[in-house]
């Protein structure tokens, strides 16, 4: 301890006293400089890891809040096509014109029903959330289907592919109203009954018509694929394909304008 204690003194006296000093201080400071970056790399590593991690949450929020944003701007754009629509039609009631005036809750399809002949989706709101059997439920490009069955915190759908479950709907080009039957199968829905003289043909959109007050109106629901005319037969056979993504889509929108009333179904075959 001694002997450092006076080389320590010794080198504070020449640093001090003689500018050679400066020298040895530089080289010594350089020979220290890696150590001292390695030393510090835990540190700025950790700092590093932790400002990442904040930036992925934050993206993360960001992106599901854009995302939520995005549905409902879309829903409003499907309401303002068939409006439009309406208001040539009407042009004498421009006045009384339908508005975006529905509550809407964005919501996520967390599971389906494995049984191959039902149509049916799990989502993750439930009457905690305000969620009531009928509601109507769009994605980003149409009615998907409503609610069914709600639970504490899900709530099961029954989608417009459903054999069980029927829409009523209009020909948004000349407002001619229709029934669209599910068929069992995502990519095909049929119109019930529809005189064999109506007006209506290939690529014609089909909207929610409003009737019934179980789907709030104007709502993309299907687009006419085929249309066969058979001169012995009343009604025509139309095929039409669903607009909604009913097998693909996640995100989704619960819509409601009024006290829903419950499923809209069609019997089964042999129900009365």
Do not use: C
Not at 51 to 63: F, G, I, K
């Amino acid at each position: 301890m001694l002997v450092f204690s006076v080389a320590s003194l010794a080198l504070l006296f020449a640093d001090y006293r003689f500018r050679q000093m400066d020298a040895v201080r530089s080289i010594l400071s350089t020979a220290l400089a890696p150590i001292q970056i390695v030393v510090d790399v835990p540190s700025q590593l950790w700092h590093w890891v932790d400002r990442m991690s904040a930036d992925y949450e934050q993206l993360h929020t960001e992106n599901e809040e854009l995302k939520s944003q995005a549905l409902i701007l879309q829903r409003e754009l499907q309401k303002m096509e068939a409006l439009a629509a309406e208001n040539i039609r009407l042009r004498g009631l421009l006045n009384g014109a339908a508005q975006l005036d529905e509550t809407v809750m964005v919501a996520e399809v967390i599971g389906i029903d494995p049984d191959p002949f039902t149509h049916e989706l799990i989502i993750n709101k439930g009457f905690r959330e305000g969620v009531v059997a009928g509601q109507a439920l769009v994605d980003a490009r149409g009615i998907m289907g409503q609610v069914t069955t709600v639970n504490r915190y899900t709530s099961r759908v029954l989608l417009i592919s459903d054999a069980r479950h029927a829409i009523p709907v209009q020909v948004n080009r000349n407002g001619v109203r229709a029934i669209a039957a599910g068929k069992g199968s995502f990519d095909e829905l049929e119109l019930l009954h529809l005189p064999d003289t109506a007006d209506i043909q290939s690529g014609d959109l089909l909207i929610s018509s409003g009737l019934g007050g179980r789907f709030p109106f104007g709502y993309p629901v299907a687009v006419v694929e085929t249309v066969r005319h058979d001169p012995g037969q009343p009604f025509a056979e139309v095929t039409v394909k669903p607009s909604a993504r009913l097998a693909r889509s996640r995100q989704v929108i619960l819509v409601s304008s009024q006290q829903p009333t419950g499923a809209a179904t069609i019997p089964a075959q042999g129900e009365e």
